[in-house]
């Protein structure tokens, strides 16, 4: 009897996102409905609930690893894995969506460009977006990828990279998975030598963005670190 009343749920949530889409749905519903298809003929609501209380929000749940959506009860191993993909499926459409040529003549454009590629990743990564002189995105790749905690930049690569891909400019970003988009001591020194070893090659370190969770922090524009950057500027 308990199936068939929760078949009869299922059915209901799933004619009524058919109708309305998923305006007007709690996030637990978001979830309960996306387990449906990694947790057959079992009531999906208490775990929905349960990855919210684990995770805080929906956010967090489509950013968890696999490992620690499995320590959650109830989650098996195919709705981790389906969770895990989704997470992962915004990141591509985000980056589908924005153009490889877009022109980054902003602090807002650099963010609003960079802030997608990591969305879910766990550990310290370091993105480079190479530029010409009209701001024009050439080529975006990670160079380096370290600990959750750390990373080692190498400046010999992104001088490399910036070279190979013809840039006179380029904007250089990294996350902070389980901190806050604060400019280390570290981060001030790494940016001081990229902005130097670019500079020997006629290149210019527009900016290094410093990414936690959906914020960024710009440090070119934040006034006590503007002096590890060359005085000139081809943004606004």
């Known amino acids: 009897m308990s199936g068939d009343v929760h078949k009869g749920h299922r059915a209901r949530l799933k004619q009524r996102f058919l109708r309305e889409g998923l305006r007007g749905f709690e996030p637990h519903q978001i979830l309960e409905m996306l387990l449906f298809f990694g947790i057959p003929r079992r009531d999906t609501n208490p775990i929905a609930h349960e990855l919210i209380n684990t995770f805080g929000n929906l956010s967090g749940v489509l950013k968890a690893s696999y490992d620690d959506l499995m320590k959650v009860k109830g989650v098996t191993p195919s709705s981790a894995t389906l969770i895990s993909f989704c997470g992962q499926l915004i990141r591509e459409y985000y980056d589908s969506e924005l153009s490889k040529d877009m022109i980054l003549d902003s602090t807002d454009k650099m963010g609003q460009y960079i802030l ?100 960024y922090v710009s440090m070119r524009s934040t006034k006590m670190l503007a002096h590890l950057f060359k005085p000139e500027k081809i943004i606004d």
């Open 116 to 215: 997608p590629k990591f969305f879910g990743e766990r550990n310290e990564k370091v993105l480079l977006v190479c530029l010409d002189n009209k701001c024009k995105v050439l080529h975006t790749s990670f160079v380096s990828e370290g600990s959750i905690n750390a990373t080692e930049v190498s400046v010999r690569k992104i001088l490399e990279q910036a070279i190979r891909n013809h840039a006179t400019a380029v904007v250089i970003a990294h996350n902070h998975p389980n901190g806050f988009a604060l400019p280390s001591v570290e981060d001030q020194q790494t940016t001081k030598k990229i902005t130097n070893a670019l500079s020997v090659a006629g290149i210019q370190l527009v900016d290094h963005l410093i990414v936690a969770d959906d914020d």
